[in-house]
């Protein structure tokens, strides 16, 4: 089973601004496999993107996931003030790395 | 609408059991791979079990023999027991709606979580 790995750890950003968040994982995964997920203090963990590149229901297009092999990325194209959160990334309903904190710069 | 909502988180002491249940709701638990995730306060996801929809169970190495996962077709819950608890077993525990193997298992629901706190 794959670690995965997320960088940065915490990531300053002001609105309008483009993210990228990082998920590398310690052998090959299925890009079939990798989830991404979003938490806001005090709630669930909301599902943004699934099979690496494919938007879950509501979500907003300036989400986008990307990536295979070893190496995935969360874009947010354009920053908004309600995407300040925690973000994970996951393979295989099993394992979750350790997040990435986008935070207000 | 589909919702989840957990019970039975509460104060345990080391070595005791507790039972959590997640109701479900627009949908059916058996029909679908629910699952339980953990958080620790202050820290990450923690995948802890699931069970699929044929019956079959799996859980993280850290609770097996210790955590047991079932159904209630009837009430349309899930459960987690959990016996032999710890102090690391402190967090907030929610139950989720697995998608499946053949979407890469992502949880497209998530009850609101329970917290469970083990200390003497």
């Known amino acids: 089973e794959s670690v995965l790995t997320q960088s940065p750890g915490t990531l300053s950003l002001s609105p309008g601004e483009r993210a990228t968040l990082s998920c590398r994982a310690s052998?090959?995964?299925?890009?079939?496999?990798l989830t991404w997920y979003q938490q806001k203090p005090g709630q669930a963990p909301r599902l943004l993107i699934y099979?690496?590149?494919s938007r879950a229901t509501g979500i907003p297009d300036r989400f986008s996931g990307s990536g295979s092999g070893t190496d995935f990325t969360l874009t947010i194209s354009r920053l908004e003030p309600e995407d300040f959160a925690v973000y994970y990334c996951?393979?295989?309903?099993?394992?979750f790395g350790q997040g990435t904190r986008l935070e207000i710069k | 609408e589909v919702q989840l909502v957990e019970s039975g988180g509460g104060l345990i002491q080391p070595g005791g059991s507790l039972r959590l249940s997640c109701a479900a709701s627009?949908?059916?638990?058996?029909?679908?791979?629910m699952t339980w995730v953990r958080q620790a306060p202050g820290k990450g996801l923690e995948w802890v079990s699931v069970?699929?929809?044929?019956?079959?169970?799996y859980y993280a190495d850290s609770v097996k023999g210790r955590f047991t996962v079932s159904r209630d077709n009837s009430k349309n819950t899930l459960y987690l027991q959990m016996n032999s608890l710890r102090a690391e077993d402190t967090a907030v525990y929610y139950c989720?709606?697995?998608?499946?193997?053949?979407?890469?298992?992502?949880?497209?629901?998530w009850g609101q979580g329970t917290l469970v706190t083990v200390s003497s």
């Open positions: 989720a709606r697995d998608l499946g193997p053949g979407t890469g298992s992502p949880f497209d629901y």
């Open positions: 627009g949908f059916t638990v058996t029909r679908n791979y």
């Open positions: 069970l699929y929809i044929d019956g079959s169970t």
């Open positions: 052998q090959s995964i299925s890009s079939s496999y």
């Open positions: 099979s690496a590149s």
């Open positions: 996951q393979q295989y309903g099993r394992v």
